[in-house]
């Protein structure tokens, strides 16, 4: 196995809604970051949590054929295992409800961030694809990509 194969990326929300939106501001950098990150050979890795809010915001902000273009281009990548869906289970619901109640001075970082930082806690992963400066604000070391 090389090195590259243990790179991990976690990909948020914002990074898969600036990439399936051609009108969104952030589109062009996305597609060309994500470019960069397939082509480092990072592994790619999502959450069901995070799924769920890329299909709410997406049907709300794209044409519907696009947007379950867009979905079943993720479906049909994670079953191709080129992206790795994690599935919050209970554990990782609890740990995330923890945070909740740890961050009282942070109360506008989303559930599905935090079940986020979670398990990219549990599977060591450093790297996140997202413009949520959340990631960074509560200085569990995550680096978010780009920079």
């Known amino acids: 196995m090389s090195m590259a194969s243990n790179k991990r990326i976690f990909v948020d929300t914002w990074a898969w809604l600036a990439l399936s939106n051609r009108k969104d501001a952030h589109h062009e950098f996305a597609k060309k970051e994500y470019e960069e990150i397939k082509e480092e050979g990072y592994r790619i890795v999502t959450s069901d949590y995070v799924l769920d809010e890329v299909i709410t915001a997406l049907f709300r902000n794209v044409a519907f054929a696009n947007a379950v273009q867009f979905v079943e281009s993720l479906f049909a990548a994670i079953k191709g295992n080129q992206i790795k869906l994690e599935r ?4 990782r619901f609890k740990a995330a409800w923890s ?27 450093n790297s996140v694809f997202t413009g949520d400066a959340h990631f960074e604000e509560i200085n569990l070391g995550f680096e978010i990509l780009p920079k």
């Open 88 to 91: 919050i289970t209970e554990a």
């Open 99 to 125: 945070l909740r109640k740890k961050y009282q001075d942070k109360p506008d970082i989303s559930f599905t961030d935090l079940t986020s930082f979670v398990l990219m806690q549990e599977l060591v992963i």
